[in-house]
């Protein structure tokens, strides 16, 4: 029986934080580990409106931080799933930060994660496929397949020769 298919646009969660004391370290800039944490939230909360499920994080992909992000700046994360295999989803974050009263916007970095759906036992379970509609969301759509392997070797559940999507980024002979 087919999957029954789902637009990104559907799982989209946008999540907005204040950066208080409580979550800088001692140069009053918000700590990485609050901000992967805000990360991992927005991301579940999209991999959920997308299954329907209970859903687990099963990766995180590089987090690089281009800017840091002060005490007192509104942190907006903004997050969709960009495809989704048997059971897994691919979701990609979005973050901002702004200095309100500045009126100074900075786009702080972006992310990858990936989840499993799972049932009430704990078991993976399938999940809708993704029908992109924006230019955007194909290329995101089309990268996944790439990024999917790339996990896979990293967490050695996949052998580089395997990785079709890949051969042509480490010419790779067939």
Request: aromatic share 6%.
């Amino acid at each position: 029986m087919p999957r029954k298919k789902k637009h990104p646009r559907e799982s989209f969660v946008s999540m907005t934080e204040l950066v208080l004391p409580n979550d800088t370290n001692t140069l009053n800039n918000l700590m990485g580990g609050r901000l992967m944490h805000w990360m991992d939230i927005v991301s579940a909360i999209a991999a959920q409106k997308h299954s329907n499920r209970i859903v687990v994080t099963a990766s995180v992909d590089n987090i690089s931080f281009r800017h840091p992000i002060l005490l007192g700046n509104v942190v907006t994360l903004r997050a969709k799933v960009t495809r989704s295999f048997n059971s897994s989803m691919e979701v990609r974050i979005d973050v901002d930060a702004e200095d309100i009263p500045s009126g100074k916007k900075i786009e702080s970095n972006s992310a990858y994660f990936t989840f499993v759906a799972v049932d009430q036992s704990g078991r993976p379970i399938d999940v809708p496929e993704i029908e992109p509609e924006t230019d955007e969301e194909k290329e995101f759509y089309n990268g996944a397949l790439r990024r999917r392997q790339l996990r896979l070797i990293l967490a050695g559940r996949m052998k580089p020769h395997d990785a079709h999507e890949l051969k042509s980024i480490f010419d790779m002979k067939e």
